[in-house]
């Protein structure tokens, strides 16, 4: 068992009565997904590839090829920790 996993079994003994029926009841529903799914580390379904790219063509037409690049002057509010190009 690793220091992480220990440290979590630590966590979850402490922890108020209902956290852990919920722990368990999370890693369940983990166990339940399809192995295929994007978080578990398996390949995507086709009908989660079909979503993904249907997105990603969305995403696309949201901007176009000539983009204006807008000026500085048009920051409402600069962000301190941007760093530039």
């Known amino acids: 068992m690793t220091a992480l996993t220990q440290a979590r079994i630590e966590e979850i ?3 108020p009565e209902d956290v852990p ?5 999370f890693l369940a ?4 997904r399809p192995s295929s799914s ?3 580390g398996g390949e995507p379904d086709a009908e989660r590839a ?3 790219r249907l997105a990603s063509q969305d995403l696309a037409r949201a901007y ?3 983009e204006p690049e807008y000026p500085d002057s048009c920051l409402k509010e600069p962000n301190a920790h941007y760093a530039g190009r």
């Open 50 to 52: 079909e979503w993904l």
């Open 21 to 25: 029926r919920e722990v368990a009841d």
């Open 38 to 40: 994007l978080l578990s």
């Open 64 to 66: 176009c090829a000539d």
């Open 29 to 32: 529903f983990l166990k339940s």
């Open 13 to 15: 003994k402490t922890a």
